[in-house]
């Protein structure tokens, strides 16, 4: 029999740098008693960043919801916007904080990133931009997109919350379609414990964001906009520096994970691996989908995800319910759209996958997951219903 977890495998965990790198680290913040609006770490971290993804044109943020807000409004989104129902709810907050229409349009299933041909049925004169993810770090259709957005004079604009890191012919992520939003979130392959990036086309909209960030200032007595506070700190800046040099060995480790988990999981019938990167593309390996297919495991998503949950497998229904489920959002797309999105996101679920988690415990978790299936298979649950039937007609005899 197999044992649960003395402690919980949890579905993502903060990389970190050595306790004593921060400390040093600390104690330079401390010196200089610089500990927010544009300090020299903040700085540096933007130089570097620059540098990796191969722009210019590049603002930091505490956070990539503020970041994403602030762009919709420094960019001067209007009326609708055409996006995607599966992902993280804050994309979708971010367009009603500005006031922006969300048109949710269904996903393709191969990578669940916006399906360019619904994109293009779903515009209307009152269109301005297309709000594309890059789900769990895989490339949307970016080649096909763009072409829609420039076809109809659209703002492309991408939540690429999970994608740092990634490539595409060569080429950063970062430097596709009109503007990007990166998530340094603690869970993310690369943090800075909190934080955002925005990186984008235009170089006009520098000063804009820088603005809106900082209350509006443009100097120490004029305020030209009414902004908000969205500015990175020292800590958050440090922590990003620690943990960019070693990002490389981190999405190799990464890559070894996912690799195990496909080989271990390609036999167990009713868990489908969502397919592998082009080979175009540098992936991050940002996490680990995996579909479950109800008639052939014989256990729903749901089923499973409870049954990891005893022996302390956290693993998450991500992304689930979709956005316009939730009851703020009920109501603004027919519940009889978006087939491959309610598909998907009542099948998924994100297994453990953190840079530092041990082959060993990969294995064991692959181990749990073949365990649970070969009592629960296809034959097990027909038996299972046939005796269910048998049982439930001795039952209507009897009170006859």
Not at 267 to 278: C, E, K, Y
Not at 346 to 355: G, V
Request: proline share 6%; glycine share 6%.
């Amino acid at each position: 029999m197999i044992k649960p977890f003395d402690k919980p495998i949890t579905a993502a965990r903060p990389a970190l740098p050595s306790l004593e790198e921060f400390r040093i680290g600390l104690e330079g913040i401390w010196d200089r008693g610089w500990l927010t609006n544009n300090g020299p770490l903040v700085e540096q971290f933007r130089d570097k960043l620059t540098e990796f993804c191969g722009t210019k044109n590049l603002s930091l943020f505490v956070n990539g919801t503020i970041a994403l807000q602030i762009a919709l409004q420094g960019m001067g989104i209007t009326g609708d916007v055409i996006t995607t129902p599966y992902t993280f709810v804050a994309t979708t907050h971010v367009l009603f904080w500005n006031k922006l229409r969300p048109v949710f349009v269904d996903i393709e299933p191969e990578y669940y990133s916006l399906d360019p041909a619904q994109v293009e049925a779903a515009i209307t004169p009152w269109t301005s931009a297309i709000l594309a993810v890059h789900v769990y770090g895989q490339p949307c259709r970016l080649k096909e997109l763009e072409q829609i957005a420039r076809k109809h004079g659209l703002k492309l604009l991408y939540d690429a919350a999970h994608a740092f890191g990634v490539k595409v012919d060569g080429t950063s992520i970062a430097q596709f379609g009109d503007l990007s939003m990166f998530s340094f979130h603690a869970t993310k392959v690369f943090h800075s414990i909190e934080g955002g990036m925005l990186t984008f086309r235009d170089p006009k909209y520098l000063p804009m964001f820088d603005y809106l960030k900082n209350f509006g200032f443009k100097n120490e007595t004029e305020v030209v906009l009414p902004g908000t506070n969205g500015k990175m700190n020292e800590f958050q800046a440090l922590m990003g520096l620690l943990l960019l040099k070693p990002l490389d060995k981190m999405i190799e480790q990464r890559k070894a994970i996912n690799v195990r988990y496909r080989e271990r999981l390609a036999s167990i019938p009713g868990i489908r691996l969502v397919a592998q990167p082009a080979d175009t593309v540098h992936y991050n390996y940002a996490y680990m989908p995996v579909e479950v297919d109800e008639r052939e495991l014989g256990w729903t998503r749901d089923e499973l995800y409870t049954k990891l949950r005893e022996y302390n497998v956290l693993a998450r229904r991500y992304f689930y319910p979709l956005v316009p489920d939730f009851a703020c959002y009920r109501g603004l797309v027919p519940s009889a759209e978006l087939p491959v999105a309610r598909r998907v996101a009542s099948r998924i679920l994100t297994l453990p996958l953190y840079s530092d988690l041990a082959i060993d415990d990969v294995d064991r978790i692959c181990d749990i997951i073949a365990h649970i299936a070969s009592g629960s298979g296809r034959g097990t649950a027909a038996v299972t219903h046939s005796k269910n039937a048998e049982l439930e007609l001795v039952h209507k005899v009897a009170q006859s």
